[in-house]
């Protein structure tokens, strides 16, 4: 139900943008959040959009990056710019997706995608 895409290997300074597309039978999406998992370290929170685009981003990558959401395409971005090699980790969307038109929800994880950033 969620594709995540975008990553790939980037040297620092550089910029990549993630989608996170919801597919099938959906009546709506709620917020969404991109997360991040470096190798040894616990997932954390990198940003979030609700359906009103009120955004919140964690203070590492305040001014970087930019969540946006493209709900004609039921897609949501990650434009991630001035990368730093502690950005590397596999990135994961998360959203609350509304599954019947009577407003039934479900949450959701994309199956993550890889950035890593060269020094």
């Known amino acids: 139900q969620l594709q995540a895409s975008g990553g790939g290997l980037v040297q620092a300074g550089g910029s990549l943008r993630l989608s996170c597309a919801a597919s099938?039978?959906?009546?709506?999406?709620?917020?969404v959040g991109w997360y991040r998992q470096a190798p040894g370290k616990q997932r954390e929170l990198v940003a979030t959009?609700?359906?009103?685009?009120?955004?919140i981003y964690a203070d590492s990558v305040k001014g970087r990056f930019t969540i946006s959401r493209d709900n004609a395409k039921s897609t949501v971005y990650l434009q991630m710019n001035s990368l730093k090699s502690e950005d590397t980790a596999i990135y994961y969307c998360?959203?609350?997706?509304?599954?019947?038109?009577?407003?039934?929800?479900?949450?959701?994880w994309g199956q993550g995608t890889l950035v890593t950033v060269s020094s």
């Open positions: 998360n959203a609350e997706l509304v599954i019947t038109n009577y407003g039934t929800r479900r949450n959701y």
């Open positions: 959009i609700t359906t009103r685009a009120s955004t």
């Open positions: 099938g039978t959906i009546f709506g999406i709620d917020a």
